[in-house]
């Protein structure tokens, strides 16, 4: 049940059932000359539409650029500011803890967006007491990693072994080819590719990563491994989703 | 060209030929009982992809919530405050400006967004002129409105007269039957609506138009009417950004 | 009845009658070689003082820095950015909302401040609300501007037509020097002037426009004219006030 | 020579001579039962004006509300939060030190202000010189408060004693009777008054003063002593703004 | 007790008998060729610890870091900008006050900190007022700066007179060896010495006052004199905070 | 060697050989019953110290108050919102890599803290690179958690087991005893100890964890344990401050 393709009616009779939602977010940012600049937000729209599917949940609009200031020395990267981007979650949490929502599941893309989340859940919380809204202790967030969950991560490894790398990784490649199989890209990779996972400023990034790849070799993606992993990645955060309702 | 399904090498090369980018904006608010809460994010994101298709210009990610705080007393409405909206418009033009973008074409659908839009753009060019980037002088933003294109007007007034109203429209829900015919809605409308033109606070707007729509009867909405829509709004709104880049 | 020259007891007196108030608002900005850098906040001053004596209504101090950046190439232009325009709106109609104002007529002299006004007004009525201060659902702000009434821009018309322009008009200089007599500048302008409505940024304008003025040719302003435009504005914004208190 | 009432051309000429400027900042507050809500601003601006002409120095628009938060409780004031007050000021000296100016000389009409204003110049020093703008090491901010010169203070000593108190004294609402004749008010005062000189928030200003007068015995003022006020600030402030321009 | 040695049930019970509490504040500031970086800090965090012992107060923790903005110019400095200073305030204050402190006691070591402190104390009443917690209106926020005590300042004079200077005076750095015998700095000191009060930005500071002093001589600065200092801060702050208690 | 009991000289004369520093950050909260409120800041300042002393580094004044939004429900709690957290962070690193600085470890106290730190470190480096200051693209920030030291959760395991717990943790208490032995509490813990690891908004945190504890029993803590600990992390971390230097 996409929010966007429901009416406030409708909302208002899910309100009466559930008083969770799933939010996607993902990134706007370069994932070496192969990936695509939207795959983060591809990646967690995907996915949360198929939770919202499985288990009947109201999904939210994709959040679709996150924080990515380290890959902005690339052309097409687009990133808010943490400051920005705990600005928009406390909005948007906002908005719909009023009306009612408490549970919110943020199906994430982007590791890069995980502290910034953090911050703006712990901000948000904050704002809510402070503005004593009906039930606004009840208000609980959430940040569930696709790529981070465990049979994703050990069929990747399985697949990929240390080529899975920490970016532009045929895993999340393998899903935006399943997704949007008319957008597989078929550039030349060079053979040496930026090693390590230290993450600093645009520039040191550039330099230590020159394709924006990190240690990964998305040649390695096939849309069939991104339909195993959609499907991995579904089947897991919707028990994951059940669980945080269940939670209290 | 969408942005999110191209690479950072596709978006170095295509900035050697143009420095032109098509934003789509929306909002994530209430349209009535029968308009879609994605009503504004679908056009624009819709009509946007048109245009880039129809000229091949680079189209940017959606931003799919915008400011909708007077829609907020209706569940499901999402709304970014305006000095929210400024720090996003911002981040995300200072990205893609340090980038080479120099034009911003923001193809909207939603008439709350057009002051906060443009106060974000001037907010913005000050900004860049701060930050003394390359180029800053030369960068240019846009707001085109697809509602307020003359052909579209034009054919909303033919085919629906005074009902065309001013929010959860049948012009803008006929382009949302056009592009989503699954999501139709069926809704039974009531026979008043709330007239008039004054928008003030959340509460005011709620009492004003109880059921969210502004004069409008979105029943007499149609896939085909939205088809016809869609055509017009990419036609003028190709032509608008055409001047709008050759004008300099 | 000026605020700055009543006292306390007045206004709450006063509040015991009426919870309206007009704000004029200006700006601090060149209108070319021959139009004084105050024309803004000062017809919007002395239109706002009239209508005031004539209805009977109070009027607050007037803001006579807005929104102005894209003049600031010219030297003696002071501009507030949208994002400090919005807080400065917001931090006064607060203090006159929980004073007990509730209907707020900004009499706005400067087209560059309307869409940071309306923005400001959004953020307003939603931390009216957050701050759940009494009556914070009646708090309703308008803008009005003078140089777009139906009979001033009537009068403009024929007097000048086609050199009524868009910045350092004729018809706001003539307003200047009926009001400030004293201050008519009688300065040579060039033969050319720059043509064209596009807004952007400060050095982009300043290109186009080089002394400043968009089209108009104020020299044909004058003090007698001034006096028919701020009679005209008197009139007409005082029934405006009236049908907005009156429309509840 | 009043900003307000020059071109910008003039305004380029004087910076040839001065790269100095006057600018008024008052408040919009309670003054007691019978002082004028304007007093800070009315006082402010009138002797900046005088100011001015005396020296020949250009005087900028009155910031006519400033940090009046302890005073809120009575209906009619109007205050910036300290935190808006300081983006205000930043704003302002930024442009105008873009154009050139690099002495701001505040000429002050409330204690109240004195501290924010302070902050602001920190604030302002440290973002010229991050924005790099031409010789923003030069930039110095003054508060110049009339109320506290000398000879200001000497003669209120001699003509109230004690009745001069610290806030609505017979001082200011003299000189504010001296520019606006036609608005001294009558008013009946309460012979008890708040003492003290303690101020927190708003409620317990209210509580320690209930007619918000400090002290004071603004039956004492008479507009002849206002002119005296005013000619003493005037000549002491213009020795002061030399001394300012020549220390360097 | 330290707040930071206590738990928070000690807390709990401490709140049963007082609701009052010292915070000490500081800078982290260049002082001078043989003056400790941390010196305001220091000396602020002694004092405040001797007074909390002597009259059985909470004293929370030291905030080390302050408004130095014109101290960056020297290696070393660390300040927060005055908008930072102030949200920092209110979140400290706005902590405790929930949790049922009502009196703030600041005993501050820089004179640079005061003016951010006193609008950070407005902004910070109005916020209370604002999230309407219990017993806001009582909140009371005091300066208390050592160096300005009487006694303080008289022992200064008869010690030092006018050697004492305004920046990194040997008073200050007596404090400092008192309570870091330890870290006493042996270094040469220039014969001449920057003289006059008046500071600006960062740049014209170290230009005025090349190694960092303000017309003092620190190098007259003794340990002993240091506990002299500070036994007579200690008793009149002590006597302080039970006066500001008290005065309810 | 402290930067506060260090000299602006002796800074400089560092900064020659290193433009490393350690700025130890902890938190004001809340750790149980038996738990010093200072707990966070006691370990990270005191090994912070021991790290500075062994490999001759500068150590930064302690950030004694981080981001414990969630512990605000019990009395003592100071909490900085991340945003205000963020501006912290953002102008002290500011302040120092101007000076020269451009390696910064975070030796932290508070698991709280981490995301929040991450954020700011982002938001640093874009700032950073939009001042253009010399050198930014070298600035790194790291945050190294002392309670994550392999050595240390290993002993942790060893001494504790299961009831290490995550929050008052017997490691922590045993640190904070081993440096104030002084103030080791003697306080009752309850039988029952909340459970778990979720952790949302203040009101939820204290009804899952009623008296503080996360699962943790810190009455097996000991000073001789603290030693053991504080021996580990200081051994650890100066191993990892040096290769943080050296990785370039």
């Given amino acids: 049940m996409l929010l966007h393709l429901s009416t406030w009616t409708e909302v208002e009779a899910y309100l009466e059932k559930s008083t969770g939602i799933i939010m996607p977010i993902g990134s706007t940012e ?26 009947n949940a109201m999904v939210g609009p994709t959040i679709n650029v996150g924080m990515a200031l380290h890959h902005t020395g690339f052309p097409g990267t687009i990133s808010l500011r943490p400051s920005t981007m705990i600005l928009l979650i406390k909005d948007y949490v906002t908005c ?9 599941f943020f ?27 009906r039930n606004h202790e009840q208000v609980k967030c959430q940040v569930a990693n696709w790529f981070m969950c465990g049979s994703v991560y050990k069929l990747a490894k399985e697949l990929y072994g240390e080529q899975e790398g920490s970016h532009g990784t045929p895993s999340e490649v393998a899903v935006t080819q399943f997704v949007y199989p008319e957008a597989i890209k078929q550039g030349q990779l060079a053979e040496e590719v930026g090693k390590g996972h230290s993450i600093y400023g645009a520039i040191d990034f550039r330099k230590r990563y020159p394709d ?11 849309p ?25």
Same sequence: chains 1, 2, 3, 4, 5, 6.
């Fill in 107 to 133: 199906i994430n893309g982007h590791g890069g967006n995980i502290a910034t989340m953090k911050a703006a859940f712990a901000e948000t919380y904050a704002h809510l007491a402070d503005l004593n809204i």
């Fill in 212 to 222: 924006g790849r990190m240690g990964s070799n998305p040649a390695l993606a096939t």
């Fill in 96 to 104: 719909l803890a009023k009306a009612g929502f408490t549970k919110f």
């Fill in 224 to 248: 069939e491994h991104g339909k195993q992993f959609y499907d991995l990645a579904v089947k897991e955060l919707s028990n994951g989703y059940l669980e945080f309702l269940n939670a209290g």
């Fill in 30 to 55: 370069q994932h070496g000359p192969t990936g695509l600049i939207g795959t983060d937000a591809i990646c967690a729209e995907a996915i949360a539409k198929g939770v919202g599917e499985e288990i």
